[in-house]
């Protein structure tokens, strides 16, 4: 059975290259702004589910992949997914057991806190100009949150992840 366990593994990384997919895939630039944070979304469902197989170490490997991919400021969505992971990681028993409307509050706040940082760095070395359009993602990324959960929650139980 560990064997199987294993193998499995996979799954989780082709939800990353999925995640990451859809964070590059091209959006006009009107509905940019509305594009949910898939990445954090999948960082977060991961270290919850299983926070002995995805940590800190795969989270931060993510942000520099996104910072890569997007042209942002290498280790700073690193950083961001790391703490964020090392935070789920800690509470992942508490978490679990949130009713789903909750958990989409908690991711809510992880993208806040993302989007927080990421204005006070690069505000400070004046690469990002504040727009309130910037703080659409937050909504997007917390209503996504229902159908992404439903949807890992069914992989991970078809391919038995554990």
């Known amino acids: 059975m560990e064997q199987r366990r294993t193998k499995n593994l996979w799954i989780i990384y082709m939800t ?3 995640a990451l997919a859809l964070t590059v895939f091209p959006l006009s630039d009107s509905f940019r702004h509305f594009r949910p944070d898939w990445v954090m979304i999948g960082v977060v469902y991961w270290t919850v589910a299983t926070p002995h197989r995805v940590g800190v170490i795969t989270a931060w490997m993510l942000g520099l992949f996104v910072d890569a ?7 700073l969505n690193g950083l961001i997914f790391a703490c964020v992971a090392a935070f789920c990681i800690g509470f992942h028993q508490r978490i679990r057991i949130f009713p789903m409307w909750k958990q989409a509050y908690c991711i809510g706040l992880f993208v806040v806190f993302k989007l927080i940082v990421s204005l006070f760095v690069l505000n400070s070395i004046q690469l990002m100009t504040n727009s309130w359009s910037f703080w659409l993602t937050v909504f997007t990324t917390a209503i996504m949150w ?11 139980r078809s391919f038995g992840i554990t």
């Open 69 to 75: 991919t997007q042209g942002h400021l290498l280790g």
């Open 146 to 156: 229902y159908p992404s959960l439903f949807l890992l929650g069914k992989l991970r």
């Open 16 to 18: 990353f290259i999925v």
